[in-house]
Protein backbone atom coordinates (compact mmCIF):
# COMPACT_ATOMS: atom_id res chain seq x y z
CA UNK A 1 0.00 0.00 0.00
CA UNK A 2 1.25 3.68 -0.54
CA UNK A 3 1.16 6.49 1.46
CA UNK A 4 -1.75 7.61 0.21
CA UNK A 5 -3.61 4.63 -0.75
CA UNK A 6 -7.55 4.89 0.12
CA UNK A 7 -7.39 8.45 -1.76
CA UNK A 8 -9.45 9.39 -5.10
CA UNK A 9 -8.14 12.22 -7.16
CA UNK A 10 -10.18 13.23 -10.15
CA UNK A 11 -7.97 14.90 -12.44
CA UNK A 12 -9.66 17.20 -15.13
CA UNK A 13 -5.77 18.97 -15.59
CA UNK A 14 -4.22 19.37 -19.41
CA UNK A 15 -0.84 20.01 -20.62
CA UNK A 16 1.92 19.54 -17.62
CA UNK A 17 1.37 21.08 -14.42
CA UNK A 18 -1.41 19.64 -13.48
CA UNK A 19 -0.78 15.72 -15.05
CA UNK A 20 2.68 16.25 -13.20
CA UNK A 21 0.83 16.70 -10.16
CA UNK A 22 -1.60 14.29 -9.87
CA UNK A 23 0.71 11.73 -11.09
CA UNK A 24 2.92 12.53 -8.10
CA UNK A 25 -0.03 11.46 -6.29
CA UNK A 26 -0.62 8.15 -8.09
CA UNK A 27 2.79 7.34 -7.47
CA UNK A 28 2.10 7.41 -3.60
CA UNK A 29 -0.74 5.21 -4.26
CA UNK A 30 -3.53 7.28 -4.83
CA UNK A 31 -6.49 6.00 -6.90
CA UNK A 32 -6.04 9.15 -9.61
CA UNK A 33 -8.84 9.00 -11.91
CA UNK A 34 -8.03 11.35 -15.27
CA UNK A 35 -11.18 12.37 -16.30
CA UNK A 36 -10.67 13.45 -20.06
CA UNK A 37 -12.69 14.35 -23.06
CA UNK A 38 -14.20 11.32 -25.24
CA UNK A 39 -11.50 12.75 -27.49
CA UNK A 40 -8.89 12.23 -25.40
CA UNK A 41 -6.44 15.04 -23.30
CA UNK A 42 -5.20 17.83 -25.10
CA UNK A 43 -1.60 16.48 -24.33
CA UNK A 44 -2.15 13.25 -26.07
CA UNK A 45 -2.26 15.19 -29.36
CA UNK A 46 0.89 17.03 -29.05
CA UNK A 47 4.33 15.68 -28.58
CA UNK A 48 6.44 17.61 -26.83
CA UNK A 49 9.84 16.59 -29.11
CA UNK A 50 8.42 14.89 -31.74
CA UNK A 51 8.26 11.89 -29.93
CA UNK A 52 5.59 9.99 -31.06
CA UNK A 53 4.73 6.61 -29.80
CA UNK A 54 2.30 3.53 -30.85
CA UNK A 55 -0.87 4.84 -29.01
CA UNK A 56 0.40 6.86 -26.18
CA UNK A 57 2.84 9.55 -27.29
CA UNK A 58 6.40 10.09 -25.04
CA UNK A 59 4.40 13.24 -23.42
CA UNK A 60 1.58 12.23 -22.05
CA UNK A 61 2.96 8.35 -21.55
CA UNK A 62 5.28 10.52 -19.11
CA UNK A 63 3.07 12.77 -17.43
CA UNK A 64 0.23 9.63 -16.29
CA UNK A 65 1.41 7.01 -14.90
CA UNK A 66 -0.55 5.32 -12.25
CA UNK A 67 -3.99 6.71 -13.26
CA UNK A 68 -6.96 5.50 -14.63
CA UNK A 69 -8.81 6.70 -17.59
CA UNK A 70 -12.35 7.75 -17.56
CA UNK A 71 -13.42 9.37 -20.98
CA UNK A 72 -16.80 11.31 -20.44
CA UNK A 73 -18.65 14.81 -22.29
CA UNK A 74 -19.51 17.11 -19.47
CA UNK A 75 -21.04 19.29 -22.37
CA UNK A 76 -23.62 15.61 -22.16
CA UNK A 77 -25.74 16.38 -19.54
CA UNK A 78 -25.70 12.19 -18.60
CA UNK A 79 -22.20 12.77 -18.64
CA UNK A 80 -21.88 15.68 -16.81
CA UNK A 81 -24.20 13.88 -14.24
CA UNK A 82 -21.50 10.80 -14.11
CA UNK A 83 -18.55 12.79 -13.00
CA UNK A 84 -21.51 14.72 -10.22
CA UNK A 85 -21.50 10.96 -8.89
CA UNK A 86 -17.76 10.79 -8.64
CA UNK A 87 -17.09 14.07 -6.51
CA UNK A 88 -19.41 12.68 -4.25
CA UNK A 89 -17.01 10.08 -3.30
CA UNK A 90 -13.58 11.68 -3.92
CA UNK A 91 -10.88 13.05 -2.04
CA UNK A 92 -9.80 15.36 -4.59
CA UNK A 93 -10.69 17.16 -7.18
CA UNK A 94 -7.82 19.23 -9.58
CA UNK A 95 -8.41 21.30 -12.53
CA UNK A 96 -6.80 24.09 -14.59
CA UNK A 97 -9.56 25.10 -16.95
CA UNK A 98 -8.99 28.15 -18.78
CA UNK A 99 -10.89 31.39 -16.78
CA UNK A 100 -14.31 31.20 -16.40
CA UNK A 101 -14.47 27.30 -17.86
CA UNK A 102 -15.20 25.20 -14.48
CA UNK A 103 -18.11 27.30 -13.45
CA UNK A 104 -19.46 27.32 -17.10
CA UNK A 105 -19.22 23.46 -16.56
CA UNK A 106 -20.85 23.62 -13.63
CA UNK A 107 -17.71 22.46 -11.70
CA UNK A 108 -16.22 25.26 -9.85
CA UNK A 109 -15.52 24.92 -6.32
CA UNK A 110 -18.98 26.12 -4.99
CA UNK A 111 -20.69 23.77 -7.02
CA UNK A 112 -18.54 20.63 -6.16
CA UNK A 113 -18.09 21.84 -2.01
CA UNK A 114 -21.87 21.95 -1.91
CA UNK A 115 -22.19 18.46 -3.04
CA UNK A 116 -19.08 16.89 -0.69
CA UNK A 117 -17.89 19.49 1.60
CA UNK A 118 -14.77 17.28 2.63
CA UNK A 119 -13.56 17.90 -0.92
CA UNK A 120 -9.95 19.61 -1.33
CA UNK A 121 -10.51 21.20 -4.99
CA UNK A 122 -7.30 22.59 -6.82
CA UNK A 123 -7.10 25.27 -9.09
CA UNK A 124 -4.00 25.57 -10.94
CA UNK A 125 -4.11 28.84 -13.14
CA UNK A 126 -1.31 30.82 -14.81
CA UNK A 127 -1.40 34.41 -12.68
CA UNK A 128 -4.13 33.57 -10.13
CA UNK A 129 -7.88 33.36 -9.91
CA UNK A 130 -8.60 36.61 -10.55
CA UNK A 131 -6.64 40.30 -11.97
CA UNK A 132 -5.60 41.98 -14.58
CA UNK A 133 -3.41 38.69 -15.99
CA UNK A 134 -6.55 36.26 -15.33
CA UNK A 135 -6.75 35.74 -19.21
CA UNK A 136 -3.30 35.80 -19.97
CA UNK A 137 -2.02 32.43 -21.42
CA UNK A 138 0.20 30.73 -18.67
CA UNK A 139 2.95 29.08 -21.03
CA UNK A 140 6.07 27.91 -19.48
CA UNK A 141 8.59 30.40 -21.30
CA UNK A 142 6.69 33.09 -21.04
CA UNK A 143 6.71 32.88 -17.40
CA UNK A 144 10.29 32.22 -16.94
CA UNK A 145 10.59 35.37 -18.47
CA UNK A 146 8.46 37.57 -16.80
CA UNK A 147 10.13 35.52 -13.56
CA UNK A 148 12.93 38.13 -13.60
CA UNK A 149 15.45 34.56 -13.12
CA UNK A 150 17.07 34.88 -17.06
CA UNK A 151 18.62 37.92 -16.31
CA UNK A 152 20.39 37.22 -12.89
CA UNK A 153 23.02 34.99 -15.75
CA UNK A 154 24.45 35.24 -19.26
CA UNK A 155 26.00 38.02 -20.55
CA UNK A 156 24.88 41.64 -20.51
CA UNK A 157 23.19 42.96 -23.71
CA UNK A 158 22.65 39.74 -24.42
CA UNK A 159 19.32 37.86 -25.32
CA UNK A 160 18.40 35.74 -21.78
CA UNK A 161 18.93 32.12 -21.98
CA UNK A 162 15.61 29.83 -20.94
CA UNK A 163 15.92 26.88 -18.44
CA UNK A 164 16.92 23.71 -20.38
CA UNK A 165 13.22 22.26 -18.86
CA UNK A 166 10.06 22.62 -18.62
CA UNK A 167 11.06 24.31 -15.11
CA UNK A 168 7.88 26.74 -14.33
CA UNK A 169 5.21 24.00 -15.51
CA UNK A 170 7.53 21.46 -13.03
CA UNK A 171 7.74 23.78 -9.81
CA UNK A 172 4.24 24.77 -10.27
CA UNK A 173 3.24 21.11 -10.17
CA UNK A 174 5.04 20.50 -7.01
CA UNK A 175 3.49 23.57 -5.62
CA UNK A 176 0.45 21.85 -6.20
CA UNK A 177 0.95 18.39 -4.68
CA UNK A 178 2.41 20.02 -1.40
CA UNK A 179 -0.72 21.58 -1.43
CA UNK A 180 -3.15 18.77 -1.98
CA UNK A 181 -0.53 17.30 1.17
CA UNK A 182 -1.35 19.90 3.12
CA UNK A 183 -4.68 20.39 2.94
CA UNK A 184 -5.32 16.61 3.61
CA UNK A 185 -3.65 17.06 6.90
CA UNK A 186 -5.78 19.63 7.47
CA UNK A 187 -8.86 17.65 6.65
CA UNK A 188 -7.36 15.10 8.80
CA UNK A 189 -7.54 17.04 11.61
CA UNK A 190 -10.75 18.88 11.23
CA UNK A 191 -12.77 16.93 8.72
CA UNK A 192 -13.23 20.00 6.48
CA UNK A 193 -12.34 20.43 2.84
CA UNK A 194 -11.23 23.61 1.33
CA UNK A 195 -9.90 25.26 -2.13
CA UNK A 196 -6.40 25.14 -3.17
CA UNK A 197 -5.10 27.54 -5.60
CA UNK A 198 -1.96 27.29 -6.80
CA UNK A 199 -0.76 29.74 -9.85
CA UNK A 200 2.53 29.82 -12.25
CA UNK A 201 3.82 33.26 -11.56
CA UNK A 202 3.76 32.86 -7.65
CA UNK A 203 5.44 29.77 -7.74
CA UNK A 204 8.23 30.98 -10.26
CA UNK A 205 8.66 33.94 -7.98
CA UNK A 206 8.42 32.16 -4.71
CA UNK A 207 11.00 30.20 -5.13
CA UNK A 208 13.38 32.64 -5.85
CA UNK A 209 13.56 33.94 -1.83
CA UNK A 210 17.08 34.61 -1.76
CA UNK A 211 17.50 36.15 -5.00
CA UNK A 212 14.80 38.41 -4.55
CA UNK A 213 15.37 39.38 -1.16
CA UNK A 214 18.99 39.96 -1.53
CA UNK A 215 17.29 42.99 -4.34
CA UNK A 216 14.76 44.17 -2.27
CA UNK A 217 15.94 44.00 1.40
CA UNK A 218 19.86 43.94 0.41
CA UNK A 219 19.47 46.18 -2.17
CA UNK A 220 22.25 44.70 -4.42
CA UNK A 221 20.60 45.50 -8.10
CA UNK A 222 20.42 42.72 -10.47
CA UNK A 223 23.92 43.56 -12.77
CA UNK A 224 24.76 41.27 -15.36
CA UNK A 225 28.28 41.12 -16.64
CA UNK A 226 29.97 41.19 -20.23
CA UNK A 227 31.30 37.53 -18.98
CA UNK A 228 28.30 34.54 -19.31
CA UNK A 229 28.70 34.43 -15.71
CA UNK A 230 26.29 31.94 -14.20
CA UNK A 231 24.31 34.18 -11.43
CA UNK A 232 24.61 38.26 -10.99
CA UNK A 233 24.24 37.50 -6.84
CA UNK A 234 27.75 34.90 -6.97
CA UNK A 235 30.91 36.11 -6.47
CA UNK A 236 33.19 34.58 -10.00
CA UNK A 237 33.86 32.69 -10.94
CA UNK A 238 30.93 30.97 -11.74
CA UNK A 239 29.51 29.45 -14.44
CA UNK A 240 30.52 26.49 -17.18
CA UNK A 241 33.98 26.74 -18.87
CA UNK A 242 35.05 25.17 -21.89
CA UNK A 243 37.67 22.82 -21.63
CA UNK A 244 39.69 21.08 -24.43
CA UNK A 245 37.32 18.38 -24.82
CA UNK A 246 34.31 19.61 -23.04
CA UNK A 247 32.54 21.61 -20.41
CA UNK A 248 32.72 21.79 -16.71
CA UNK A 249 31.18 23.85 -13.69
CA UNK A 250 33.48 25.21 -11.70
CA UNK A 251 31.78 27.41 -8.63
CA UNK A 252 33.14 30.47 -6.36
CA UNK A 253 36.37 28.52 -5.10
CA UNK A 254 38.68 30.48 -2.99
CA UNK A 255 41.06 32.53 -5.49
CA UNK A 256 44.31 31.52 -4.34
CA UNK A 257 43.60 27.78 -4.47
CA UNK A 258 41.78 27.87 -7.41
CA UNK A 259 45.39 30.43 -8.79
CA UNK A 260 47.73 27.96 -7.54
CA UNK A 261 45.47 24.86 -9.65
CA UNK A 262 45.31 26.47 -12.73
CA UNK A 263 48.47 28.52 -13.12
CA UNK A 264 47.30 31.78 -12.74
CA UNK A 265 49.46 34.03 -10.64
CA UNK A 266 46.73 37.09 -10.78
CA UNK A 267 44.55 35.25 -8.66
CA UNK A 268 47.09 34.63 -5.27
CA UNK A 269 46.59 38.11 -3.91
CA UNK A 270 42.93 39.16 -4.76
CA UNK A 271 40.57 39.33 -1.89
CA UNK A 272 37.86 36.71 -2.54
CA UNK A 273 35.27 39.25 -0.57
CA UNK A 274 36.31 42.44 -2.65
CA UNK A 275 37.79 41.46 -5.90
CA UNK A 276 35.36 38.35 -6.96
CA UNK A 277 33.23 41.42 -6.96
CA UNK A 278 34.36 43.94 -8.28
CA UNK A 279 36.98 42.25 -11.29
CA UNK A 280 34.25 39.87 -11.94
CA UNK A 281 34.43 39.91 -15.31
CA UNK A 282 38.61 39.79 -15.34
CA UNK A 283 38.30 36.54 -13.28
CA UNK A 284 35.83 35.14 -15.72
CA UNK A 285 37.96 35.24 -18.65
CA UNK A 286 41.20 34.58 -17.10
CA UNK A 287 39.92 31.28 -15.34
CA UNK A 288 37.89 30.87 -19.19
CA UNK A 289 41.30 30.88 -20.91
CA UNK A 290 43.71 28.86 -18.41
CA UNK A 291 40.57 25.93 -18.48
CA UNK A 292 41.10 25.44 -22.32
CA UNK A 293 44.17 24.43 -22.21
CA UNK A 294 43.50 21.18 -20.57
CA UNK A 295 40.71 18.06 -20.88
CA UNK A 296 37.36 17.79 -18.33
CA UNK A 297 38.57 15.16 -16.91
CA UNK A 298 41.98 16.11 -16.30
CA UNK A 299 40.59 19.66 -14.83
CA UNK A 300 38.10 17.97 -12.47
CA UNK A 301 40.56 15.30 -10.64
CA UNK A 302 42.83 18.55 -10.03
CA UNK A 303 40.00 20.92 -9.04
CA UNK A 304 38.57 18.16 -6.59
CA UNK A 305 41.77 17.03 -4.91
CA UNK A 306 42.12 21.05 -3.75
CA UNK A 307 38.39 20.83 -2.58
CA UNK A 308 37.04 23.25 -5.28
CA UNK A 309 33.60 22.76 -6.06
CA UNK A 310 33.07 21.71 -9.61
CA UNK A 311 31.22 19.02 -11.67
CA UNK A 312 30.85 17.55 -15.30
CA UNK A 313 28.26 19.11 -18.11
CA UNK A 314 26.00 16.30 -18.72
CA UNK A 315 24.01 15.60 -21.74
CA UNK A 316 20.67 13.48 -20.60
CA UNK A 317 23.00 10.22 -21.87
CA UNK A 318 25.45 10.80 -19.21
CA UNK A 319 23.23 11.47 -16.90
CA UNK A 320 21.28 8.44 -17.18
CA UNK A 321 24.40 6.12 -17.01
CA UNK A 322 25.99 8.12 -13.89
CA UNK A 323 27.05 5.65 -11.37
CA UNK A 324 25.16 7.98 -8.54
CA UNK A 325 21.57 7.87 -10.54
CA UNK A 326 21.72 4.28 -11.30
CA UNK A 327 22.82 3.91 -7.71
CA UNK A 328 19.62 5.67 -6.01
CA UNK A 329 17.47 4.11 -8.50
CA UNK A 330 16.64 7.54 -9.76
CA UNK A 331 14.85 6.11 -13.36
CA UNK A 332 11.90 3.76 -12.70
CA UNK A 333 11.17 0.83 -15.83
CA UNK A 334 8.31 -1.23 -16.29
CA UNK A 335 6.34 -2.78 -19.76
CA UNK A 336 3.43 -0.54 -20.89
CA UNK A 337 1.12 -2.57 -23.03
CA UNK A 338 1.26 -0.50 -26.23
CA UNK A 339 5.00 1.23 -25.52
CA UNK A 340 6.43 -1.28 -24.88
CA UNK A 341 9.62 -1.15 -22.52
CA UNK A 342 9.14 2.32 -20.74
CA UNK A 343 12.56 4.05 -18.77
CA UNK A 344 11.36 7.64 -17.07
CA UNK A 345 12.25 9.26 -14.11
CA UNK A 346 10.72 8.17 -10.69
CA UNK A 347 9.30 9.22 -7.77
CA UNK A 348 12.46 11.50 -5.55
CA UNK A 349 10.82 11.10 -1.97
CA UNK A 350 11.70 7.63 -0.91
CA UNK A 351 9.66 6.70 1.96
CA UNK A 352 10.71 3.32 4.59
CA UNK A 353 7.39 2.18 5.39
CA UNK A 354 5.12 3.43 2.26
CA UNK A 355 7.26 3.51 -1.21
CA UNK A 356 6.08 4.64 -4.27
CA UNK A 357 5.32 2.29 -6.71
CA UNK A 358 4.58 2.25 -10.65
CA UNK A 359 1.47 0.18 -10.72
CA UNK A 360 0.60 1.14 -13.97
CA UNK A 361 1.77 3.23 -17.13
CA UNK A 362 -0.44 5.88 -18.74
CA UNK A 363 -4.23 4.84 -19.67
CA UNK A 364 -5.58 4.69 -23.14
CA UNK A 365 -8.36 6.89 -23.52
CA UNK A 366 -11.06 5.71 -21.57
CA UNK A 367 -10.06 2.60 -20.52
CA UNK A 368 -11.23 2.22 -17.00
CA UNK A 369 -14.59 4.32 -18.14
CA UNK A 370 -16.62 0.98 -17.48
CA UNK A 371 -14.69 0.28 -13.90
CA UNK A 372 -14.67 3.71 -12.35
CA UNK A 373 -18.80 4.21 -12.97
CA UNK A 374 -18.88 0.73 -11.71
CA UNK A 375 -17.42 1.57 -8.39
CA UNK A 376 -19.30 4.72 -8.66
CA UNK A 377 -22.27 2.67 -8.35
CA UNK A 378 -23.52 2.84 -12.09
CA UNK A 379 -25.52 -0.46 -13.05
CA UNK A 380 -23.64 -1.98 -15.90
CA UNK A 381 -27.10 -1.31 -18.29
CA UNK A 382 -26.56 2.41 -16.99
CA UNK A 383 -23.09 2.20 -18.10
CA UNK A 384 -24.19 0.59 -21.43
CA UNK A 385 -26.64 3.40 -21.92
CA UNK A 386 -24.02 6.27 -21.55
CA UNK A 387 -22.10 4.48 -23.85
CA UNK A 388 -24.34 3.71 -26.43
CA UNK A 389 -25.23 8.05 -25.79
CA UNK A 390 -21.51 8.82 -26.09
CA UNK A 391 -22.02 10.53 -23.11
CA UNK A 392 -18.77 8.17 -22.01
CA UNK A 393 -16.29 6.76 -23.85
CA UNK A 394 -14.32 3.68 -23.89
CA UNK A 395 -10.96 2.46 -25.00
CA UNK A 396 -11.81 1.54 -28.77
CA UNK A 397 -15.03 2.73 -29.01
CA UNK A 398 -13.59 5.55 -31.48
Not at 189 to 216: C, P, W
Not at 268 to 281: A, I, N, P
Not at 327 to 346: A, C, I, L, R, S
Not at 355 to 369: F, I, K, N
Request: proline share 5%; hydrophobic share 40%.
Amino acid sequence: MGILSGYRVLDCSIAMAGPFAAQRLGDLGADVVKVEPVTGEWQRHVAAGGAQGNKVNVSFLSLNRNKRSLAVDLKNPDGKAALIELVKTADVFLQNYRPGVARRLGVDYETLSAINPKLIYVSISGYGEDGPYVNRPGQDLVLQGMSGAMLSAGRDGEAPTPAGQYLVDAITAYTAFEGVLAALLHRERTGEGQMVSVNMLDAITTIQMQELSVFSVGNKPQTRSAEPHAHVYIRAPYGAFATSDGFIIVAFPKLATLGEVIGEPSFLDMDDEVDCWSRRDEIFARTRERLKTDTSAAWLEKLRAADIWCGPVYGYADLIEDEQIKHNGTFVEYDHPTEGHVKTPGFPIRFSKTPSTVDRGAPLTGEHTRDVLREAGFADAAIDALLASKAVLQEGQL
